[in-house]
């Protein structure tokens, strides 16, 4: 029975520590608040994960360290970095494994929007440049690291695209504004794929050093993932406008949040493909079918309404 640390308790991280314990290792899940998922095999820890000292305390008997922290969208260069400093001394003092979920900032805007794990780190934006820090930091360290990189997550919890613009115009009958083309065609990976495909790789030494793409379904259209969405819950089908690409930059202008999503606009406003080719060639992984992510979004959509009652 081995151990592992995740921090963070979000969608990934909290489906790693749901897989782990059903192969019956321990999980030592680190968050500020203490949350995850409630099971014997887990152990729920209120720490604060960038303070290097406490982290490597709790990580000396663990044979992997999982990244899947989520800090705060519009403070990504004062708050990531001491976090991945404070993980990569804790992985090293262990001589664990360190696994990073990844996303695809690093390669910026690429020609037809497809992206390999050859293509060229690329990033123009500044929170692309902050993983490209971040991996590049964690490969000089000398820890056996890893980083498993998907795109706009579906599944339970799930933050993205659809959950934040779709969604709530599903559930309320209305249109949807979206800041995007909802007809290009855009890459979702499923929740459960990013954190199975992180473990799978852990302690794959093929796998070390190196950056890997979730296993991912072909690019669909945002309409027609809303429209799927849609039939499967038995709603009108959605009326999505498309937000001109100005909006979100003068909004930009005084709102924070904003000039966070316009800088990454380009994923939207373009074709943006994620090939896991290589991936799923070299470890004989798939992807789960696409129904899968969409039948459990919209579970947690119902379970989440219910509660709200």
């Known amino acids: 029975m081995s151990t592992h640390v995740i921090v963070g308790s979000g969608p990934i991280g909290s489906s790693i520590a749901r897989q782990l314990v059903e192969r019956g290792d321990r999980v030592r899940m680190v968050t500020r608040s203490g949350g995850g998922p409630e099971h014997p095999l887990v152990e729920r820890v209120a720490a604060d994960a960038s303070d290097a000292r406490r982290l490597t305390e709790l990580t000396q008997d663990a044979a992997t360290l999982f990244n899947c922290a989520n800090p705060r969208y519009t403070e990504w260069e004062k708050l990531w970095f001491p976090l991945n400093d404070a993980m990569i001394a804790a992985a090293k003092a262990a001589g664990a494994v360190y696994v990073l979920t990844g996303n695809l900032y690093v390669y910026g805007p690429q ?10 780190m690329a990033a123009v934006g500044r929170k692309g440049k902050v ?30 695209v659809f959950s934040s613009a779709l969604l709530p115009a599903i559930n309320s009958g209305r249109a949807a504004w979206v800041p995007g083309d909802a007809d290009l065609p855009h890459s979702f990976t499923y929740t459960g794929d990013q954190a199975r495909t992180m473990i799978a790789l852990a302690h794959d030494e093929r796998a070390w050093g190196r950056a890997w793409h979730t296993p991912t379904n072909p690019a669909v259209t945002i309409r027609s ?3 799927r ?17 100005f909006v979100m930059r003068t909004a930009g202008l005084v709102n924070p949040m904003a000039r966070e999503l316009a800088e990454m606009d380009y994923q939207f ?3 943006f493909h994620l090939d896991s080719s290589l991936t799923e060639r070299t470890f004989g992984l798939q992807p ?10 919209a579970d947690d959509a119902r379970a989440i309404a219910e509660r709200r009652m």
């Open 288 to 297: 789960t079918p696409l129904e899968v992510g969409i039948r459990e979004t």
């Open 225 to 227: 993932l809303a429209d």
């Open 111 to 120: 020609p037809g929007g497809h992206m390999t794990e050859n293509s060229p």
């Open 269 to 271: 406003y373009a074709p």
């Open 229 to 245: 969405y849609c039939d499967l819950v038995g709603k009108p089908r959605l009326t999505i406008h498309k937000l001109p690409r």
């Open 131 to 160: 993983r490209i820090k971040m991996w590049r930091d964690a490969l000089a360290s000398g820890v056996r690291t890893v980083e498993v990189r998907g795109s706009d997550y579906l599944g339970a919890g799930a933050v993205g």
